[in-house]
C-alpha cells in the first residue's frame, strides 16, 4: 500500500458511482462524490434513504455492489470483484478512515485509555507507551484527561461518544466519517460533541458527516448532500443547499427541522 | 428404626471407591475437555457461515441434543462397534458418547457466546482496521469467553452427574462400583446415600462458583 505524494489536482477521496444492494433493496444507486483534502461534507437526507449505507461503503463496512473509490493513490473498482483487495489489504485500507458511530460503540471490556491505544498497538505496532502518550494527548483534546482507567459503561453519552473520537483520531485517518454521531444523545450532551467536530473542521480535517443537526450542516460544512431514495439530490454550499431550497423534498425536509435548523450555532 | 452401617461397606472396599472416584472423576474432566475442543472447533466451524460446514455441524448437534444420553452411550457400546467393524471397549466407546454430548452444548454455548457480542464491537473493530484474527483475539473473543463460563460451568455440573450412566455399560465409576460393592455387602442404603453425597460434595462447589460468575456477568 503506498502512500506517496498526492496529486494535487485531484481531490482527496472520490466516489463514483457506488451501488448498494440488500437483495432487491437498493440501498444506494449510484452515488459520486468527490472530497477534497480539509473538506467538511455534511449529509442529510431522511431515514432510510441510505446515508450511512454510503458511509458504510466508503471504508468498506458493506461492500459496495459497483462502483469505484479511491482515497489518495489508491482506488478499489468493485466492478472487478476479482481484484477487490481482502483480508490485511482490505483491514489496512479501512484503517485509513477514522469512524464514528450512533452508538459510539467503545469496546466494553477495554479502560478509556485501552480503547485509544488498542488500534495504535494492534493496527499500526506502535510501542505501547508511544501508543499510550498519543492516546492521553488526544484524550485531553476531547476534554476526557483524567479519565483514562475508566470503564466505557462508567462515562455519560457525551463522554462515549469523545473517546470514540479520540479512538478515531489518535490514528491519523486521512478522512473522518462520522454517521449521526449525536442522534443517540441526550440533548444536553450534544454541543459537548458538536464543539469537538467543529474544532476539527477548523483545524483542517477532511470529514464527512451524516447529520440530522441542521445548524451544524449549515455553519460548518463546506458542502452541502442532500440524499433520498438513495441518490444524491442535491449538492451545493450551505448557502445553496439549506438557506434558499427550490427543491420540493428539501424543503419539506429542511421544514420538518425549522425549529433548530433557522438560527443559532450548536 | 434402620440399623445404619457405614463401616462394612467401606472398610476392605477403599481401594475400589478411590479407583471409582477417580473414574468418574477422569470421565467428568476428561469429556468436559473434549467437548470443549469439539464446542470451539464446531462453533467456530458454524461462525464460518458455509453450508457444508454448518450443515453437518448442525446435524450433529441436534442428533445428541434430541436424543437422551443413556441411549448415547448404549448405543456408542453396542452400536457402533458393529457399524464400523472395530470392537470398541466399553470405556472408550462410552468415553465418545459422553465427549459428544458434552460437544454439543459447547458448541452452542460458543456460538452463543459469540454471536452474543454486540454488532457494534465488531464494526468498531473492523472500523479501526483490524483484520478478522485481531478482531476475535482483542475485541470479540475476551468478551464472549466472559459470557461463556457460566452456560460451560452449568453444562459440566450437568456433564458430570451424566457420566454416572456409564454403570450400564460396565465402567467402573463411583455409580459402578456402589453397584459391585452392593452385590457384595448387600446394604445398598449405605452404599447408595453414600455415592450420593459423594455426588454433592464433588458438585456442590461447582455450582456455586458457577452461581459466582452469573452474579458477576450481570453486574
Ligand atoms: N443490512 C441491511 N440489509 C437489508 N437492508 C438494509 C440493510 N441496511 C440498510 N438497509 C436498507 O437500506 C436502506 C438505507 O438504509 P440506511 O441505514 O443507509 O438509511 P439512513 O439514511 O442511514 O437512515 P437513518 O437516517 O434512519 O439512519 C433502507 O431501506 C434500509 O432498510
Ligand atoms: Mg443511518
Redesign the interface.
Request: avoid cysteine.
Given at each position: 500500500m503506498t502512500n506517496s505524494a498526492e496529486d494535487p489536482g485531484r481531490p482527496k477521496l472520490e466516489l463514483t458511482d457506488i451501488r448498494k444492494n440488500y437483495g432487491a433493496v437498493e440501498a444506494v444507486r449510484g452515488v459520486s462524490l468527490a472530497v477534497e483534502s480539509g473538506q467538511v461534507v455534511a449529509i442529510i437526507g431522511p431515514s432510510g434513504c441510505g446515508k450511512s449505507t454510503l458511509l458504510r461503503c466508503i471504508n468498506h463496512l458493506e461492500e459496495p455492489t459497483a462502483g469505484k473509490v479511491r482515497l489518495g493513490d489508491q482506488e478499489i473498482d468493485y466492478s472487478h470483484k476479482k481484484g477487490l483487495p481482502r483480508g490485511r489489504a482490505l483491514a489496512r485500507f479501512r484503517g485509513r478512515f477514522g469512524m464514528v458511530f450512533q452508538q459510539f460503540d467503545l469496546f466494553a471490556h477495554k479502560t478509556v485509555l485501552e480503547n485509544v491505544t488498542i488500534g495504535q498497538t494492534v493496527v499500526q505496532r506502535k510501542p505501547r507507551q508511544e501508543a499510550e502518550k498519543v492516546a492521553r494527548e488526544f484524550l485531553d483534546r476531547v476534554g476526557l484527561a483524567g479519565m483514562e482507567s475508566r470503564l466505557p459503561r462508567e462515562l455519560s453519552g457525551g463522554q462515549q461518544q469523545r473517546v470514540a473520537m479520540a479512538r478515531a483520531l489518535a490514528l491519523s485517518p486521512e478522512v473522518l466519517l462520522f454517521d449521526e454521531v449525536t442522534s443517540a444523545l441526550d440533548p444536553e450532551l450534544v454541543g459537548e460533541v458538536l464543539e469537538v467536530m467543529q474544532t476539527l473542521a477548523r483545524e483542517g480535517s477532511t470529514m464527512i458527516v451524516v447529520t440530522h443537526e441542521m445548524a451544524f450542516a449549515r455553519d460548518v460544512a463546506d458542502k452541502v448532500i442532500f440524499m433520498d431514495q438513495g441518490q444524491i439530490e442535491i449538492e451545493g454550499s450551505a448557502q445553496e443547499v439549506m438557506v434558499a431550497p427550490t427543491n420540493p423534498r428539501l424543503k419539506s425536509f429542511l421544514a420538518r427541522f425549522h425549529g433548530n435548523g433557522g438560527q443559532g450555532s450548536p | 428404626m434402620y440399623n445404619w452401617d457405614f463401616m462394612t461397606v467401606v472398610i476392605g472396599y477403599e481401594a475400589w471407591w478411590l479407583k471409582g472416584l477417580l473414574v468418574t472423576l477422569a470421565y467428568a474432566s476428561g469429556t468436559v475437555l473434549g467437548g470443549l475442543i469439539i464446542g470451539v472447533i464446531c462453533g467456530m466451524g458454524l461462525l464460518a457461515n458455509r453450508w457444508w460446514l454448518t450443515g453437518p455441524i448442525h446435524l450433529y448437534v441436534e442428533i445428541f441434543r434430541c436424543t437422551p444420553v443413556l441411549v448415547q452411550i448404549v448405543w456408542f457400546f453396542f452400536a457402533l462397534p458393529i457399524i464400523i467393524g472395530i470392537d470398541l471397549p466399553a470405556w472408550l466407546a462410552a468415553g465418545i458418547g459422553l465427549t459428544l454430548y458434552m460437544g454439543c452444548f459447547a458448541t452452542e454455548i460458543f456460538r452463543g457466546g459469540i454471536i452474543s457480542i454486540?454488532k457494534?464491537?465488531w464494526?468498531?473493530?473492523?472500523?479501526?482496521?483490524?483484520?478478522?484474527l485481531?478482531m476475535m483475539r482483542?475485541?470479540i473473543l475476551?468478551?464472549a469467553f466472559?459470557r461463556m463460563i457460566p452456560p460451560f460451568v452449568n453444562q459440566s455440573v450437568i456433564q458430570f452427574k451424566n457420566t454416572a450412566l456409564l454403570y450400564v455399560v460396565a465402567v467402573p465409576d463411583m455409580m459402578y462400583t456402589g453397584y459391585l460393592v452392593v452385590a457384595d455387602t448387600y446394604r445398598p442404603l449405605e452404599v447408595y446415600s453414600g455415592v450420593a453425597v459423594a455426588y454433592f460434595i464433588l458438585l456442590y462447589p461447582l455450582t456455586q462458583w458457577g452461581k459466582r460468575l452469573e452474579a458477576r456477568r450481570d453486574q
Open positions: - | 454486540d457494534g464491537q464494526q468498531a473493530s473492523r472500523a479501526i482496521g483490524m483484520t478478522y485481531e482483542h475485541i475476551p468478551q466472559r
